[in-house]
């Protein structure tokens, strides 16, 4: 039977069963997450009232601080730079359309270490400052780095990039029409800017501006060196510090509270309104050049977070690798390298496929289920990655009892640690981590495709699965592309879920580079931070590439 002539039955039972399957991943991803917060209803003692009365306060207002000022930073900077670089041309304009995503390959405590190096009082700059000067240390005044200013500065500079990828693809996708229609009545440049584009744009820089935010609420490594006292150092100390595991999944538990109403702050105020493509017209979009003045403000706006967030960071980490007497210049490098880059590909092609799955399931059967089931499959990217990896690592631990207890009953072998003492288990633990960045950025192109198309699809006899296929993954080629590199380069920077799940004799870049920092060997540890950043700049070319060929009708 073919397509064309299936019965209705058969159609009805293929779209009863992707939602299904939908669900159902959503569901097993969650498990991790759920074993954690089942923690939330145990007793706990007298943690919370300590806590209460000595941190809690700052982990309150600093990680308040942290998020309003990151939000605020990455929106205003991501958003300016994708509409300049996509809508005019200034000098410099096509080497910054790629070079602006190349922070994203910086991870963030990596830049806090090389700002750290740089800023500090017997740092570099003072310490030129001081010999130029003749002043002591007391003599003046300098903005310490190691405070949530300084937190914020490194987090924009690294994370900005979610805000201007998506920016920049959402902008490429808008019709010229929309643009001309709004010049037509009047708009100039900056209200066809506020009033047309900006609006067409909004739930692609949500989905940026949310992601950077998830990250800044997950990350560990740039608070705690900088001595930042946040919901997540507060995990930490509080699980594996004070050995209190109960009161740390209930501290997680306020921060994905936090997180979830920052998110329905943001569904609220975009109320039932929906965005899609209304014409099928095509051209080139206008990219007037920009002289005098304004095209130096331009590049000043567009190549300050580069050089702020990848050049300088870059040069400062080649000046340390000097003074590196180590052997990690080799073999070994190597080695790191070659696991990084496995477990990231993995992870990233598991991840796309995983959201796909789940963004299609909610576009078929629009249910409370549904949309449940892809919210807390999704929670994972506001949890430090050490709170998932422990979930994992209950979960996979039950896995391995009662597998093992099943061979020796039937065949009288054993299985060992079959989950947990595997890739498996670290490439789970990062899928959990990272879903939602695949997901956000999924959701968010598929909600633009005009939901006409199925209709059009499914008269023509195209069931589900042969219209993503078709249809929507075409359409959806350049954010797929967005998704995998995220995802990707978040994989091969993660520390602490890496840290914990990893198989014995399986170290990447990131692990190495932190073990080495923490003894204080920046030096050494500035060799794989390099790499990882080397790593991540051949997928960045492409996806630029991508992006800029991603408009519909080219």
């Not at 939908?22 to 759920?34: D, E, M, N, R, Y």
Request: glycine content about 8%; charged content about 10%.
């Amino acid at each position: 039977m073919t397509a064309a002539t299936a019965s209705p039955g058969a159609a009805r039972a293929r779209l009863s069963a992707l939602p299904a399957i939908g669900v159902a991943v959503a569901a097993i991803l969650s498990v991790p997450v759920l074993v954690v917060f089942a923690n939330v209803f145990r007793p706990s003692g007298g943690v919370w009232a300590h806590l209460a009365s000595t941190v809690l306060w700052d982990y309150i207002a600093n990680t308040v601080l942290l998020t309003l000022g990151v939000a605020l930073g990455t929106a205003m900077g991501g958003v300016a730079a994708a509409w300049l670089v996509t809508m005019t041309r200034f000098p410099l304009s096509r080497v910054l359309e790629w070079a602006m995503v190349l922070p994203l390959a910086m991870p963030a405590y990596v830049v806090a270490y090389a700002y750290t190096d740089f800023l500090q009082v017997s740092g570099t700059l003072q310490t030129a400052l001081r010999a130029y000067t003749g002043w002591s240390a007391r003599d003046y005044w300098f903005p310490a780095i190691r405070s949530v200013p300084g937190a914020i500065m490194v987090m924009t500079f690294t994370l900005y990039p979610y805000v201007y990828l998506l920016a920049r693809a959402a902008f490429l996708e808008q019709s010229v029409c929309a643009l001309e229609v709004g010049r037509t009545l009047g708009c100039g440049p900056w209200r066809n800017f506020f009033r047309v584009a900006l609006p067409l744009a909004r739930p692609a820089i949500a989905a940026g501006v949310a992601l950077a935010l998830m990250e800044t609420l997950a990350d560990f490594g740039t608070v705690e060196f900088f001595g930042v006292q946040t919901f997540t150092t507060g995990i930490y100390r509080t699980w594996f510090g004070m050995g209190e595991p109960v009161a740390a999944a209930q501290l997680a538990a306020v921060l994905m509270l936090f997180v979830l109403a920052v998110m329905g702050l943001e569904r609220a105020t975009r109320g039932q309104s929906r965005v899609h493509h209304s014409s099928a017209r095509y051209r080139p979009l206008p990219t007037p050049r920009l002289q005098g003045w304004r095209a130096g403000l331009a590049l000043v706006v567009c190549s300050a977070p580069v050089v702020l967030g990848f050049i300088l960071p870059v040069l400062l980490l080649l000046r340390l690798v000097r003074y590196d007497d180590s052997d990690m210049l080799g073999p070994r490098l190597l080695y790191f390298a070659g696991n990084s880059l496995i477990l990231a590909a993995t992870v990233a092609a598991l991840a796309v496929s995983v959201a796909l799955s789940i963004a299609y399931a909610q576009r078929l059967h629009p249910s409370r289920a549904t949309r449940l089931s892809a919210r807390v499959a999704s929670l994972g990217y506001a949890i430090p990655g050490s709170v998932i990896a422990v979930g994992v690592l209950m979960t996979a631990g039950w896995l391995d009892q009662g597998v093992d207890r099943a061979f020796k009953a039937a065949f009288g072998i054993s299985t060992g640690l079959l989950f947990s003492g595997t890739i498996a288990a670290v490439s789970f633990g990062l899928l959990v981590r990272f879903l939602a960045v695949a997901l956000n950025t999924v959701e968010a192109s598929l909600a633009k495709i005009r939901p006409s198309m199925d209709q059009a699809a499914r008269m023509l006899g195209r069931g589900p699965a042969d219209t993503l296929r078709r249809v929507h993954a075409p359409l959806m080629a350049g954010s797929i592309g967005t998704a995998a590199l995220l995802v990707f380069v978040d994989a091969m920077k993660e520390l602490p879920a890496t840290v914990i799940l990893r198989p014995f004799n399986f170290d990447t870049l990131a692990v190495q580079a932190a073990n080495l920092a923490k003894d204080e060997r920046l030096a050494s540890a500035a060799v794989p931070s390099l790499a990882i950043v080397l790593a991540g700049i051949l997928p960045v070319l492409l996806l630029s590439r991508a992006i800029a060929r991603s408009r519909p009708g080219q």
